[in-house]
């Protein structure tokens, strides 16, 4: 196995020696031969017969397994068929098929319930003969019967009583199960007798015993209908039997009743029976009766039976009763008292509701427990004490004052009044009584010196508060000034106040305004608002003031209270504002842009300058208060709309550099428009604020302005298209004349080198036949003559003769080479000068490529630094193209040089690896970050006329930038003086004179390729 540059390819490897004429070995040939694809096909060939046999296996395993199966669930068949033969054959229940309309077969059930002697004695009997002439409901035995077959028919089975007649004439009930079954593409009838003889007469004594029942009995439907009742429903309700099963038995309850009734029934149709479940039923007369309900489902039938008892009597008395008890729990329930009573254990027996109330506990948590955890135990002694004394008297005993334990842990005070309860003979056997919560009394006591004390703190925050606080009685006379109030007003501290109205402290000016405020806060209980204090020295005091109106229950007034801050210093910072208003105003009214702001909700105008009436055409009352649906067509306005609450949600600063807008006067104007969204407190969008400004005439002058210097540029651009038309013209020019110098220099020197070449390469064939006749004539000496002179034998061994005679082939055949190859460049440089082709001619374009590469041979061989550039070919079957052969080999020149001075470019900037070296170490580890340097060749014919040439290397690339300027005349990559920027350019030219296209994809590290399209046959 040897690595190659495609992969590892497998050799067999033949080796034998070479003999001489005395049958000495002085050689070892070997044959290798490549059996890669071989080797490749003989390993694709294993893989493919070992997945075979593999599938192979498998599939048989499959199909073991599938008849194992199969024979398992034959054996199962049959032991099913066994099974139901048998179940067949042992059933109870008589089982008799029907084909035909004859009898087929039979189990001995059946024959033993026809009393017949055998199977072929019932089988001999006709299915119409087993039976009665009429049925019981009076209709003909056989027209019932084809009803009841035609029925399973069509549904798959069916099940229905009927009476059939023994063999020896005796009639008898059975329950019948037809069930309908395809065999062979036709229905056979498979039938099943019960014998229900015993149960039917059961039924008709059950009949009898449900006719005289005195409680209501009845059969009902799940499907809410009474099937059958007995005579009791009439003589309760009054309805004849017909009316009670022509309607739903719903429709007799009473409403209130319906939706629980429905649940009941819809648990009996679940499997559950009724114990007493009571509802009302509507009387024939209209009045309504109790009833109470028992109940059991036949949920095989779809039935209910049930039997209900009037209990109409039972349900008033116990209402009356119920009515007392109501009485006696609501005078307990609705007492704020607590009601108990225990035995003399201390474990209690009742506890009214509102214990829960009261103390926090669930009364089931101390039913039957002691009362003793809910008792301080400091307390405790007391307690007992206090009902030692009642079983010592026997007298009930009050005033008991303990704390008991809320369930949140808490303590409160109660006060108890007990009872003993005694028994027959007078004995204590516990104890009842009524125990009250007097927290909340002894808890005023402590609220009332509390109270006081945050009255006396109150009247310190009053008194230190710097606004004016103050009451009056209801005719408006002062009672309370706090010391803030006093001040404002120069009254004294200790000044009596009980006979100044508070009418006579507001300043003569605001009385009018302030009487208004007075009838406001009368009527809605309060007022806020600005009023003019009247200062004792006679200054007048702005404050803000809010009048409070308290009344009782009764809505009399029972006095007023005020509270009034000074703004003198708010009403002097209005004015500075109202001045700096005025004066942003006036800036606003001079600028000389148009300003114009909307409010955030609905976008409509609020702000528009009189700049903004001139730019725009439209006056300020003619837009306030509207917005832009008001003066432009709907989807205009809704594209304003959108970008107005972009500029809002943004809050930033929008520019719109130039707007064409139509104004009220018709004109089209250029507007320049920056917009922003003016924010509250929070941060919060509230206006949209827009500077405008008309720029049409300056956008006219930049207009005029680039019509003039387009026009300039155009007339530049011209000479500069001359300029380079007369540069590309001149390079080629120049190129044509040194290509054409040196083809003739190269024609001249493959002209020389021909005339000895050609003397050589036709004597060279002569001078070897003349050096093997002598060579075979000295081999003849040495045959016939093998005992030569001591001076020959002496001569022979000075110079070697067997060494001579091997050597002087060798040296013939590699002369013979030399020529060859010097006839080959001869031919080379012929075919790339063409100097005798000056026409277009059909050539072969493999020929003009291998010239190319003739030439340039010596650049790709190994260099001292470098590895030898590898030349990959991939000729197509190209016809011969109709070109200037020389010109076109040229391109080629141009395009390999390029490659050879690009790959040599990115070796040069790496250092040398001796990739021999380590392949012979390692052959199988790639070489890091390096590539041996190579370029591809291919052709093909990619159109019916024209084919395609493409040159890739696997050099450093180009950048986007290159590529496009690749094809300018003197644009050049190299160093100065290593190229002139002219091949590519003149390359360009030459494959479009041809009527073809030169392209390059190239990117950086990816090597580039050149493709040459050119036609076949020139147009």
């Known amino acids: 196995?040897?690595?190659?540059?495609?992969?590892?390819?497998?050799?067999?490897?033949?080796?034998?020696?070479?003999?001489?004429?005395?049958?000495?070995?002085?050689?070892?040939?070997?044959?290798?031969?490549?059996?890669?694809?071989?080797?490749?096909?003989?390993?694709?060939?294993?893989?493919?017969?070992?997945?075979l046999e593999i599938r192979v296996f498998e599939r048989t395993a499959e199909l073991e397994q599938t008849v194992s199966r199969l024979q398992q669930e034959i054996r199962e068949r049959e032991k099913a068929e066994a099974r139901l033969r048998q179940l067949f054959e042992k059933s109870a229940d008589a089982i008799l098929i029907i084909d035909g309309g004859v009898f087929t077969d039979c189990n001995q059930a059946a024959i033993e319930m026809m009393r017949c002697l055998n199977k072929e004695q019932l089988l001999s009997l006709h299915p119409s003969r087993i039976s009665p002439l009429t049925q019981p409901d009076g209709r003909g035995s056989f027209e019932k019967a084809e009803e009841m077959i035609e029925t399973a028919l069509q549904k798959g089975s069916h099940r229905f009583e009927w009476v059939h007649r023994r063999r020896d004439g005796e009639d008898f009930w059975v329950e019948v199960l037809l069930t309908a079954i395809a065999v062979d593409g036709k229905k056979i009838l498979h039938v099943v007798w019960r014998e229900i003889s015993?149960?039917?007469?059961?039924?008709?004594?059950?009949?009898?015993?449900?006719?005289?029942?005195?409680?209501?009995?009845?059969?009902?439907?799940?499907?809410?209908?009474?099937?059958?009742?007995?005579?009791?429903?009439?003589?309760?309700?009054?309805?004849?039997?017909?009316?009670?099963?022509?309607?739903?038995?719903?429709?007799?309850?009473?409403?209130?009743d319906v939706d629980e009734t429905l649940a009941e029934v819809s648990k009996i149709g679940n499997g559950s029976s009724t114990l007493a479940f009571e509802n009302r039923y509507r009387c024939k007369d209209g009045s309504y009766k109790w009833l109470s309900w028992t109940s059991v489902p036949d949920i095989?039938?779809?039935?209910?039976?049930?039997?209900?008892?009037?209990?109409?009597?039972?349900?008033?008395?116990?209402?009356?009763?119920?009515?007392?008890?109501?009485?006696?729990?609501?005078?307990?329930?609705?007492?704020?008292?607590?009601?108990?009573?225990?035995?003399?254990?201390?474990?209690?027996?009742?506890l009214a509701p509102n214990f829960t109330d009261i103390l926090g506990y669930d009364t089931e948590e101390f039913l039957g427990q002691s009362f003793v955890p809910l008792i301080?135990?400091?307390?405790?002694?007391?307690?007992?004490?206090?009902?030692?004394?009642?079983?010592?008297?026997?007298?009930?005993?009050?005033?008991?004052?303990?704390?008991?334990?809320?369930?949140?842990?808490?303590?409160?005070?109660?006060?108890?009044?007990?009872?003993?309860?005694?028994?027959?003979?007078?004995?204590?056997?516990?104890?009842?009584?009524?125990?009250?919560?007097?927290?909340?009394?002894?808890?005023?006591?402590?609220?009332?010196?509390?109270?006081?004390?945050?009255?006396?703190?109150?009247?310190?925050?009053?008194?230190?508060?710097?606004?004016?606080?103050?009451?009056?009685?209801?005719?408006?006379?002062?009672?309370?000034?706090?010391?803030?109030?006093?001040?404002?007003?120069?009254?004294?501290?200790?000044?009596?106040?009980?006979?100044?109205?508070?009418?006579?402290?507001?300043?003569?000016?605001?009385?009018?305004?302030?009487?208004?405020?007075?009838?406001?806060?009368?009527?809605?209980?309060?007022?806020?608002?600005?009023?003019?204090?009247?200062?004792?020295?006679?200054?007048?005091i702005p404050v803000s003031q809010v009048i409070m109106v308290h009344k009782s229950e009764t809505g009399e007034i029972e006095f007023l209270s005020t509270i009034m801050r000074d703004i003198r210093e708010r009403k002097q910072v209005e004015v500075q504002l109202q001045h700096t208003q005025n004066f942003l105003q006036s800036v606003l009214n001079t600028l000389p842009v148009g300003v114009v702001a909307k409010e955030a909700e609905e976008l409509r105008f609020v702000l528009w300058n009189p700049a903004a009436e001139e730019v725009l055409g439209l006056t300020a009352e003619q837009v306030l208060g509207k917005n832009d649906y008001d003066f432009f067509p709907k989807e205009q306005a809704d594209f304003f709309t959108t970008k107005d609450r972009e500029v809002l949600n943004s809050k930033k600063v929008v520019d719109i550099p130039e707007e064409i807008i139509r104004t009220g006067t018709g004109e089209s104007r250029i507007l320049h428009t920056k917009k922003t969204a003016i924010l509250d407190a929070e941060g919060n969008p509230q206006y949209l604020l827009a500077i405008t400004e008309d720029i049409t005439e300056r956008k006219q002058a930049e207009v005029a302005l680039r019509q003039s210097e387009a026009q300039l540029r155009q007339k530049a651009f011209e000479l500069e298209q001359t300029l380079q038309e007369l540069q590309r013209t001149q390079a080629q020019l120049l190129q044509s004349e040194k290509m054409s110098s040196l083809g003739q220099l190269v024609a001249g020197v493959a002209h020389e080198i021909n005339n000895p070449t050609s003397f050589i390469y036709g004597n060279i064939t002569h001078a070897d036949e003349y050096i093997q006749d002598l060579i075979s004539l000295v081999e003849l000496y040495q045959k016939h003559y093998t005992n030569p002179h001591p001076e020959i034998i002496d001569c022979i061994e000075n110079i070697e003769l067997e060494f001579l005679l091997e050597d002087l082939r060798k040296l013939f055949n590699s002369m013979k080479v030399g020529a060859d190859r010097i006839q080959k460049i001869v031919v080379s440089l012929r075919s790339f000068s063409r100097i005798d082709e000056a026409e277009m001619k059909e050539v072969n374009i493999h020929d003009g490529i291998d010239s190319t590469l003739m030439i340039l041979s010596h650049r790709l061989k190994a260099q001292p630094k470098r590895h030898a550039i590898e030349i990959i070919k991939e000729y197509g079957n190209l016809p011969l193209v109709e070109c200037y052969a020389g010109q076109l080999n040229q391109v080629f020149m141009n395009i390999l040089t390029n490659g050879i001075d690009a790959l040599e470019e990115v070796i040069g900037n790496r250092s040398f690896v001796n990739v021999k070296a380590q392949q012979k170490s390692n052959y199988q580890l790639p070489i890091t970050n390096y590539q041996l340097p190579k370029i591809q060749i291919s052709t093909s014919v990619v159109e019916a006329n024209q084919v395609l040439v493409q040159i890739a290397d696997n050099g450093p690339g180009m950048t986007k930038e290159v590529q496009q300027r690749l094809f300018d005349p003197f644009f050049t990559t190299k160093p100065v003086g290593s190229g002139t920027g002219l091949g590519m350019s003149i390359s360009y030219q030459i494959i479009e004179k041809h009527g073809g296209q030169l392209k390059c994809i190239s990117s950086p590290g990816k090597g580039a390729e050149f493709s040459i399209f050119l036609p076949i046959k020139s147009s």
């Not at 497998?10 to 031969?33: E, M, W």
């Not at 008890?325 to 307990?332: L, T």
């Not at 028994?423 to 009584?433: C, E, L, R, S």
């Open 1 to 51: 196995m040897v690595p190659q540059s495609d992969g590892i390819h497998t050799y067999i490897s033949i080796k034998f020696p070479l003999l001489n004429s005395d049958g000495q070995r002085y050689a070892v040939c070997g044959i290798a031969t490549d059996i890669t694809e071989r080797k490749q096909a003989e390993l694709a060939l294993q893989q493919a017969k070992e997945e």
């Open 198 to 256: 015993d149960r039917k007469v059961a039924e008709i004594e059950r009949d009898r015993f449900f006719n005289i029942s005195a409680d209501m009995l009845c059969i009902a439907g799940l499907d809410g209908y009474f099937k059958r009742i007995n005579p009791a429903f009439e003589t309760t309700l009054g309805y004849t039997p017909e009316e009670l099963l022509a309607a739903p038995f719903i429709n007799f309850i009473h409403p209130e």
């Open 300 to 350: 095989q039938n779809n039935l209910i039976y049930a039997t209900a008892r009037d209990i109409s009597d039972r349900k008033l008395a116990e209402a009356a009763l119920a009515a007392s008890e109501a009485k006696f729990r609501s005078i307990v329930e609705n007492a704020t008292d607590l009601i108990y009573s225990h035995t003399t254990e201390g474990l209690f027996t009742y």
């Open 376 to 540: 301080h135990p400091d307390d405790l002694p007391r307690c007992y004490a206090f009902l030692n004394r009642i079983v010592a008297t026997g007298q009930k005993q009050a005033g008991l004052e303990f704390r008991a334990k809320r369930k949140d842990g808490s303590w409160c005070s109660m006060i108890a009044n007990t009872s003993p309860i005694k028994d027959t003979d007078g004995n204590v056997v516990g104890f009842q009584g009524i125990v009250r919560d007097i927290s909340e009394q002894q808890a005023a006591r402590s609220f009332r010196k509390i109270a006081e004390k945050q009255q006396q703190r109150l009247v310190a925050i009053l008194e230190a508060t710097t606004d004016y606080v103050g009451t009056a009685d209801a005719n408006g006379y002062s009672t309370y000034i706090n010391q803030a109030g006093r001040k404002m007003l120069g009254l004294e501290l200790d000044e009596d106040i009980s006979t100044i109205h508070c009418m006579s402290l507001v300043a003569p000016r605001a009385i009018e305004a302030i009487q208004k405020a007075m009838d406001i806060a009368l009527q809605e209980g309060n007022w806020s608002g600005e009023n003019v204090l009247l200062h004792r020295n006679g200054e007048e």
